[in-house]
Nanobody, 122 residues
Framework: QVQLVESGGGLVQAGGSLRLSCAAS???????MGWFRQAPGKEREFVAA????????YYADSAKGRFTISRDNAKNTALLQMNSLKPEDTAVYYC????????????????WGQGTQVTVSS
C-alpha cells in the first residue's frame, strides 16, 4: 500500500498563494491522487483529483480557476497550487490515493495522509 505525507501548509493573506506537496512511498504505481480539506466544524470535502497518467483532472467548483493539481510520478509527488486564496479556504488539507486504471479520476480513496493546515487571513 501507499503512504502519504503532506507539506507546504501555512499562514497566508487573502489573495496570496500556497503550494501543497504530497510525497508518496511504498507501493507507488498506478494510483490516482486527490486533495480534500476539512474546516473546523465541517465535513471533509473534495478539492481536486488527478489520474495516475496525469491526463485527467477533476476539481470542486470552489477550486476551479484558482487551484491546479499536478503530479510527478518520477518523484512520487503530487502538488496542489492554490492561488487567489480566500479566508473560506482555511482548513486542514489532506492528500489521498488509491489504485485505479491509468486515466480514472476517483472521488473516494482508501489511503490518506495526516494533513497540513492552511490558514488564510482576511
Amino acid at each position: 500500500q501507499v503512504q502519504l505525507v503532506e507539506s507546504g501548509g501555512g499562514l497566508v493573506q487573502a489573495g496570496g498563494s500556497l503550494r501543497l506537496s504530497c510525497a508518496a512511498s511504498g507501493r507507488t504505481f498506478s494510483y490516482a491522487m486527490g486533495w480534500f480539506r476539512q474546516a473546523p466544524g465541517k465535513e471533509r470535502e473534495f478539492v481536486a483529483a488527478i489520474s495516475w497518467s496525469g491526463r485527467n483532472t477533476y476539481y470542486a467548483d470552489s477550486a476551479k480557476g484558482r487551484f491546479t493539481i499536478s503530479r510527478d510520478n518520477a518523484k512520487n509527488t503530487a502538488l496542489l497550487q492554490m492561488n487567489s486564496l480566500k479566508p473560506e479556504d482555511t482548513a486542514v488539507y489532506y492528500c489521498a490515493a488509491d489504485y485505479f486504471d491509468a486515466d480514472y479520476v476517483p472521488l473516494e480513496y482508501n489511503y490518506w495522509g495526516q494533513g497540513t493546515q492552511v490558514t488564510v487571513s482576511s
